[in-house]
């Protein structure tokens, strides 16, 4: 119920402590304080939402506290947690190097994996790539990747392309595959995703094919499987600096004109 006084409006609480729409009012009505009391009383007897909401209440000014309340929502079942947890214990900064138990890390991506979330699935899949907390397993890894990467989620595109680029994760080398998993890594919002596309571009299409050229031209019958014809050689040249000029402006090409290239 409300009571207006003195021009302000005041919540009062029931005589069985807030309700979690109780401690939102408080807040819309800038009672931070009241606020604040009441989600900590309602996390502390286990109710999520207010767990999750001390997590962004608390991430900004003091994160040590807002880590303590992800710990807590990981354990209540909270796939996202899981995976922040569990990240923790691996490569985050939530945790001093001395805390961290890969086995931990482990245990949270299988439980955020197992509910569905794309990231637990990303992250689960890092683990068994690596060997982390786990026997290293590729053929794991990948399963795991293609589950998060069918979510679109940017990590697990981002290192499918790589995979695919260098021939990981029992994957067969292809860059024209491997551009288009990093366009979908740039569309899910991988910032790294428009240099690994320059560099898939430049060092496995176009400087084989200039490599090539320069090859044919050297060669004593022209290009393999060819007769030599009159003019040959000079034609032969003039393509491998047409293929040079392309490597060259794809070289220097912008982030923006690179997408354009191959992802529109």
């Given at each position: 119920m409300r009571l207006l006084l003195l021009g302000a409006t005041f919540t ?52 040590a506290k807002s880590f303590e309340w992800r710990l807590k929502a990981a ?24 805390l961290k138990k890969p086995a931990t890390a482990f245990e949270m991506y ?155």
């Amino acid at each position: 119920m409300r009571l207006l006084l003195l021009g302000a409006t005041f919540t009062l609480l029931t005589a069985c402590g807030p309700t979690f729409d109780d401690a939102v009012k408080l807040q819309e009505n800038g009672q931070y304080t009241e606020a604040a009391t009441a989600f900590e009383k309602l996390a502390t007897d286990g109710d999520l939402a207010s767990m999750l909401k001390l997590i962004e209440w608390y991430d900004q000014k003091e994160p040590a506290k807002s880590f303590e309340w992800r710990l807590k929502a990981a354990n209540k079942g909270d796939a996202f947690s899981q995976a922040v947890v569990g990240w923790a214990h691996d490569k985050g900064n939530d945790l001093p190097q001395n805390l961290k138990k890969p086995a931990t890390a482990f245990e949270m991506y299988q439980k955020s994996a197992e509910q569905g979330l794309a990231a637990g699935q990303f992250y689960l899949g890092y683990a068994y790539d690596r060997g982390y907390g786990t026997p290293q397993d590729e053929k794991k890894a990948l399963d795991w990747y293609k589950k998060s990467a069918a979510q679109e989620d940017s990590n697990a595109l981002f290192i499918l392309g790589n995979a695919i680029s260098d021939g990981r994760l029992g994957l067969t080398a292809n860059p024209i595959t491997a551009i288009a998993y990093f366009c979908r890594a740039y569309r899910a919002g991988h910032d790294r995703a428009a240099p690994a596309i320059r560099a898939e571009w430049v060092n496995n299409i176009l400087t084989p094919e200039y490599n090539q050229a320069v090859d044919n031209i050297n060669s004593p019958q022209g290009v393999p499987g060819a007769y030599m014809y009159q003019g040959q050689r000079n034609d032969l040249i003039r393509m491998a600096n047409r293929k040079k000029d392309n490597l060259e402006a794809a070289k220097s090409m912008g982030d923006e004109q690179i997408i354009k290239t191959h992802c529109n």
